[in-house]
């Protein structure tokens, strides 16, 4: 029970329906004023919807399913949100119907009579019976051949529920910590397919037994007929102490104040090529004596572990959504139609917000005009018969923020992929280092997030510090692709040899670097200059190869 009551005067008069609670879902009258109403006032202001720049047309429960506790009776409702720009949305929500006595929130969906009882429709994840209840649906699970299926990893020992609680703010999915030790995740945005990070998140704990990803400890589904839905991941809580993109601010902001400590200078920084491989005592002592050593080891194990899960996810000859495979023309053209429409799409938005930019932004986004051609002709220059690799299933968003610092160490998690492709898109095998480049991405990020956090804090001017940061990308990403090289071919994994891989890695960091302009210039126009930045470099680069 909450402390504050419900306050009556804040709510409007309360939705009147001659229907109980438990046949709701059967009622024409109800379903029909609740998709309305009562769920388009509520949907739009949810962190996890993910249509708020479009316009909404209408919402319809495409299906639904009763679960009940022995005290009540809850429902998870699958809606379809269609929107004026002709394209559609499936989100999952889990339902209650809540007298005040019962609440265990103020987070209200709408006041309703239900056949002259009193109450309130609430998401039922607020209710901690509810919470309970899925908890021990999973636990005690049998494999049941009814629409829901809760399904219990061989990894889950049987546990008593304890506790349950939201873990961190609501993002595009809930989740949940339960007994402190498992978190239960609730994708609010749902497709026909079977989720990526439920598919991969289970392959690799139950069938590869890797261990820098939390393990695979259940899940819940919706079998229909059109396919499976998965609704809820449940995996092991890893003890962290945050995130790699909070531990790489520290480290750069650090080494970005031994310049001053330190006196060093600039310009005296011995700089390399792009991709130039390094094994840590090739770093020259200048380097080690600014940054420190101990950034370049945890580049080291971080480089081992992604190699070590592209091995995990490209070793399985039997099951056939893991099994390597070539590259052929239909992959091209697959990957070649992509990247032009993403191009053309950026070219548009990059010359309605020019006027936005100044300075080296604003130079380097009139040189990318410039040079369109030939960017776009990189797309295009796609020769699937020169390539020697293998595609397999990748994580398909990895930057910073997907992994966990444990102590010395990684964890690697959220394997949903790209929020911007489809469901079928991120489970098209693709290469390895499509994951690497998504890393030296966040790397280059990192490093110019920390130049624009604290620009009054260290005593140079932005041009220098840019350069000191081109300098010290070049060599986390040399430390890296050295590491990853050789763990990944030791462990047989198929990533081409050096003229491929360098290819492969110019390739996917244009691709990342385009996808990442369009997000900047709609969001954050002065830190543009980073992906024009990351773009003029591998143009560079193309230049001297």
């Known amino acids: 029970m909450i402390d504050n009551k419900i306050n009556e005067d804040e709510f409007q008069e309360p939705f009147v ?115 309970k209840l899925l908890f021990e649906e999973i636990i005690h699970s049998k494999g049941t051949s009814s629409k829901v299926q809760f399904h219990k990893g061989n990894k889950l020992e049987d546990k008593e529920y304890i506790s349950s609680k939201f873990m961190g703010v609501e993002q595009s999915n809930t989740s949940i910590i339960y007994n402190n030790t498992l978190v239960l995740k609730i994708f609010r945005r749902i497709y026909i397919s079977m989720n990526p990070d439920y598919e991969i998140s289970r392959f690799l704990t139950e069938r590869m037994n890797f261990k820098s990803s939390p393990e695979y400890k259940g899940s819940i589904s919706v079998i229909l007929t059109e396919g499976n839905i998965t609704l809820g991941l449940m995996q092991e809580l890893v003890p962290n102490q945050g995130d790699a993109w909070k531990f790489m601010l520290e480290e750069v902001d650090r080494i970005f ?72 023309g239909d992959y091209t053209v697959w990957l070649k139609n992509r990247l032009t429409y993403q191009f053309q799409n950026r070219l548009n938005i990059l010359e309605n917000n020019l006027h936005k930019l100044d300075g080296l932004a604003l130079e380097l986004a009139n040189q990318f005009l410039d040079h369109k051609k030939e960017i776009r002709k990189l797309f295009l220059d796609f020769d699937w018969t020169k390539m020697k690799s293998e595609r397999i299933r990748i994580h398909g968003d990895y930057h910073l923020g997907q992994v966990l610092v444990n102590g010395d160490d990684f964890y690697i998690l959220d394997f949903e992929g790209e929020p911007e ?31 624009f956090n604290n620009k009054d804090k260290y ?87």
């Open 17 to 131: 329906f001659k229907t109980d609670w438990k046949n709701a879902f059967n009622d024409e009258e109800f379903v029909k004023v609740f998709s309305s109403d009562i769920l388009e006032n509520y949907i739009i202001n949810k962190r996890w919807y993910g249509g708020k720049a479009s316009t909404l047309k209408y919402i319809e429960v495409v299906d639904f399913f009763k679960i009940s506790s022995k005290d009540n009776t809850y429902f998870g409702v699958l809606l379809e949100v269609n929107f004026k720009e002709a394209f559609y949305q499936h989100y999952f929500m889990p339902l209650a119907f809540m007298s005040e006595e019962e609440l265990d929130t103020n987070t209200i969906i709408a006041p309703v009579k239900m056949n002259n009882v009193d109450g309130f429709l609430v998401d039922a994840l607020h209710q901690e019976d509810f919470r």
């Open 421 to 451: 492709s489809t469901i079928r898109d991120r489970k098209v095998k693709q290469p390895p280092l499509k994951d690497v480049a998504g890393m030296f991405r966040s790397f280059h990020y990192s490093i110019y997030a920390t130049i």
């Open 257 to 328: 104040e031994n310049l001053n400590h330190k006196k060093i200078k600039i310009n005296k920084l011995p700089d390399i090529d792009l991709f130039k491989r390094l094994k840590i005592n090739e770093v020259p002592h200048e380097i080690i004596d600014w940054a420190g050593l101990s950034i370049f080891l945890r580049i080291q194990t971080l480089a081992t572990r992604t190699a070590e899960m592209h091995i995990a996810l490209g070793s399985d000859i039997h099951e056939t959504a893991f099994t390597p495979t070539t590259y052929n």
């Open 459 to 545: 005593p140079y001017d932005q041009k220098e510090l840019f350069q000191a940061g081109e300098i010290l990308f070049k060599y986390f990403v040399g430390v890296f692709l050295q590491t990853y090289t050789e763990v990944a071919q030791g462990g047989n994994l198929n990533i081409g040899y050096k003229k491929e891989i360098d290819f492969l890695l110019k390739y996917c960091l244009l691709e990342k670097a385009v996808y990442e302009l369009g997000y900047e210039l709609n969001s954050r126009p002065r830190w543009s200059v980073i992906p024009l930045t990351g773009i003029a470099s591998i143009m560079e680069f193309e230049k001297h190869n």
